[in-house]
């Protein structure tokens, strides 16, 4: 390893500024993005409604009364000493899978210092895994299977015990980045972006660039390889299942809106765990550090507001219908072409320019050797893939419909406070009567339903505006001829 490599271990303090609003916005996204996995849980519920009443009648709305129709269970019942202990089992049991069923070996990027991380890929294996073992005690037990009730019993609990995960995982890589030295032999190093001095931004951006942990039995663990594609995503998938379960428990039969939404959502996850290898070119693993901002994405932003279109429909079924099935049908599978067509289009000519699918591509040669693609999908704009990723994202909407329900019942006794009116329950020695009907909030529960592409519009576009940061940086001069000729950002002929 030569002298400048071992300088740029630890490289110089970043110059292209701070990202995500600074400290501040570190604090507000640090603190505000787990409030809004809270109110998502708390605000569409299956005691009162989705959106809750208050919020429909603002101006009779009482604390207590909002507490009522929440099922508020107080500060120390959003969590739980035992659900914790579930997760972390779960989060070991993925260690394990990782560790002992076979997988794909590969080298990441040449880092900065030189040199190559190495990396075991078996994601979509250890999936198909733990989802068989639960299909195959689904068969067994049906909708009462204990994994599917103890997610959905047990919600908020979860959110509270993957939230100190990632606080715990973005604490611990914070301090132990201050251990890397120059010249490391296991070619640990600082992220270009993450050591600014300023200690909330570089704990929420990530200070250290691939932080790795050897471990008892286990070995080297990446962890934010780990964090990437594992329990998060996968805990996607299962609250969807959950939600499933539960929606047939209710109403003893599985609405079309549900099959899709899990369907769809399956297909995406799945595929990404299949391609594993591929994100090791992604932003997250060669540019990004890994801290709070990554933890709290991958582990418990992802499995809880992306589910919530599933969550919703567990309670208040939508039935589509053949013509509403085709239209939805039809977006996601254009969607899904764009994506996975522009992906493997960029994948191939990355690992073997020669091939045949690829070979007639032309693409423009930076100073530094890179080839830019400016023919084929990645002629068309320079983000393609976002445009797809972008179109399925509604998918995931469409199927609940001008969504919004309130939770109308009878029962010859008040029903206590945060008890469920939807989960069959007995009141009185009389069973509770419920009916989920839209009423007033019909529409308004679109906020909640219709948030995730919202949110992933802006994360793409923000997304976007980052790469393109990044390559003018990288590329310079040869970035502008390249703009040139690819002149779209992400949607040919608008953006």
């Known amino acids: ?82 659900v914790t202990g579930f997760v972390l089992a779960y989060y070991f049991l993925s260690l394990l899978l990782q560790t002992f069923l076979p997988g794909v070996e590969a080298e990441g990027v ?42 959905w019993d047990n ?6 015990a993957n939230l100190g995960i990632a606080f715990a995982l973005a604490t611990f890589v914070y301090v132990r980045s201050f251990s890397v030295k120059q010249g490391d032999p296991n070619h640990r190093e600082l992220a270009q972006g993450g050591h600014s001095g300023n200690m909330m931004y570089d704990w929420f951006i990530g200070r250290e660039l691939n932080p790795r942990v050897s471990l008892p039995v286990f070995g080297e663990i990446d962890i934010k390889a780990f964090c990437e594609l594992r329990p998060g995503m996968l805990g996607w998938v299962l609250f969807d ?6 929606q047939y428990k209710l109403y003893g039969a599985i609405s079309d809106s549900m099959v899709l939404i899990t369907a769809f959502q399956t297909l995406y996850v799945f595929d990404a765990l299949y391609m594993e290898p591929a994100i090791l070119t992604t932003i997250d693993i060669t540019t990004d550090g890994f801290g709070f901002m990554l933890a709290f994405g991958d582990l418990a932003w992802l499995p809880f507001i992306y589910s919530m279109q599933a969550r919703y429909l567990a309670v208040y079924p939508v039935h589509m219908g053949i013509y509403g099935i085709l239209g939805v049908l039809t977006v996601q599978l254009s969607g899904y072409y764009i994506f996975r067509g522009a992906n493997n289009e960029k994948n191939r000519f990355r690992t073997n320019p020669d091939d045949p699918k690829v070979a007639h591509l032309k693409y423009l040669e930076t100073a530094s050797g890179s080839k830019l693609l400016i023919s084929g999908w990645w002629g068309t704009a ?12 509604w998918t995931y909407c469409l199927p609940t419909g001008i969504a919004g329900y309130l939770i109308q019942n009878t029962s010859p006794e008040p029903i206590p406070s945060g008890q469920s009116p939807a989960d069959g329950s007995f009141i009185g020695g009389a069973p509770i009567s419920t009916q989920a009907v839209q009423g007033d909030a019909r529409g308004w529960g679109m906020a909640i339903t ?26 310079g001069k040869d970035w502008d001829e390249y703009k040139k000729k690819v002149r779209w950002r992400i949607l040919p002929g608008v953006y």
């Open 110 to 151: 040449k880092l900065a210092s030189g040199g190559r991380l190495k990396y075991k890929f078996n994601a979509f294996y250890s999936a198909v895994t733990i989802v068989t073992v639960a299909l195959a005690g689904t068969v067994v037990q049906g909708a009462d299977f204990p994994l599917w009730t103890f997610l």
């Open 382 to 393: 320079r983000h393609i893939n976002y445009l797809g990723d972008w179109i399925m994202a």
């Open 450 to 475: 219709y948030f995730y592409v919202l949110y992933f519009t802006i994360l793409l576009i923000h997304r976007e505006m980052r790469d393109e940061e990044k390559c003018e940086r990288k590329y």
């Open 155 to 160: 919600y908020t609990q979860l959110i509270t």
């Open 241 to 246: 299942l959950a939600f499933m379960a539960h």
């Open 1 to 82: 390893m030569s002298k400048s490599e071992r300088k740029s271990a630890l490289p110089a303090k970043p110059t292209h500024g701070y990202e995500f609003g600074g400290p501040f916005g570190a604090f507000a996204t640090s603190f505000g993005l787990p409030l809004v996995c809270y109110l998502a849980s708390f605000l569409c519920n299956d005691i009162s409604g989705c959106p809750v009443p208050s919020v429909l009648h603002p101006s009779s709305l009482t604390l207590s009364k909002l507490k009522e129709e929440t099922g508020w269970p107080g500060i120390l019942g959003l969590g739980s000493f035992k």
